[in-house]
Antibody
Framework: QVQLVQSGAEVKKPGASVKVSCKASGYTFTSYGISWVRQAPGQGLEWMGWISAYNGNTNYAQKLQGRVTMTTDTSTSTAYMELRSLRSDDTAVYYC??????????????WGQGTLVTVSS | DIQMTQSPSSVSASVGDRVTITCRASQGISSWLAWYQQKPGKAPKLLIYAASSLQSGVPSRFSGSGSGTDFTLTISSLQPEDFATYYCQQANSFPRTFGGGTKVEIK
């Protein structure tokens, strides 16, 4: 069965960087893209960006441009999201999600369990 | 960017009630609309894709409708496990955007 397993919680100081991993299994990794979505405490869902696991093409949310980098390692079926110059308002749970194909309307059909990133001095 | 507006932001309902949540897009998105359910401390779960298609394994009491700019998620007979927050999301274009969420609470 399809699974996305994310790395563990992180605590970072303002100005630092964090890199979250998302290991996929149960499907052909390069056949689907991965999106990253975050959720600040008590808030809604915020789309951060998308990466094609096929060719590495990316599309980032404008507000994060210059601070976020999404990559994949096809040899290990793992996606990564790095966020730099962390601020307190980056404190959130970060999710990876598989972007389904046209047969599921390009919706996010499988999600990782989430990774809490806390930014605090 | 396409803005997604959900209403209401919260609804109180009883088991067995019919619940309807609406989602409006700031511009036409054809049928590229998904609905998710999220319970506290859990990742969102896909319920409906392409506006009206039920994801595999999702109970048939959930249904979606609409196209263009106006969409609806309906729970025909609310069950105890349905108390959660629901989000719509447009899959028409980048950047992907979500509605603000609708919390379904016990009356």
């Amino acid at each position: 069965q399809v699974q996305l397993v994310q790395s563990g919680a992180e605590v970072k100081k303002p100005g630092a960087s964090v890199k979250v991993s998302c290991k996929a299994s149960g499907y052909t990794f390069t056949s689907y893209g991965i999106s990253w979505v975050r959720q600040a405490p008590g808030q809604g869902l915020e789309w951060m960006g998308w990466i094609s696991a096929y060719n590495g093409n990316t599309n980032y949310a404008q507000k994060l441009q210059g601070r976020v980098t999404m990559t994949t390692d096809t040899s290990t079926s793992t996606a990564y999201m790095e966020l730099r110059s962390l601020r307190s308002d980056d404190t959130a749970v970060y999710y990876c999600a598989r972007r389904g194909g046209i047969l599921t309307g390009y919706a996010f059909d499988y999600w990782g369990q989430g990774t809490l990133v806390t930014v605090s001095s | 960017d396409i803005q997604m507006t959900q209403s209401p932001s919260s609804v109180s309902a009883s088991v067995g009630d019919r619940v309807t949540i609406t989602c409006r897009a700031s511009q036409g998105i054809s049928s590229w609309l998904a609905w998710y359910q999220q319970k506290p401390g859990k990742a969102p779960k896909l319920l409906i894709y392409a506006a009206s298609s039920l994801q595999s394994g999702v109970p048939s009491r959930f249904s979606g409708s609409g196209s263009g700019t106006d969409f609806t998620l309906t729970i025909s007979s609310l069950q105890p496990e349905d108390f959660a927050t629901y989000y719509c999301q447009q899959a028409n274009s980048f950047p992907r955007t979500f509605g603000g969420g609708t919390k379904v609470e016990i009356k």
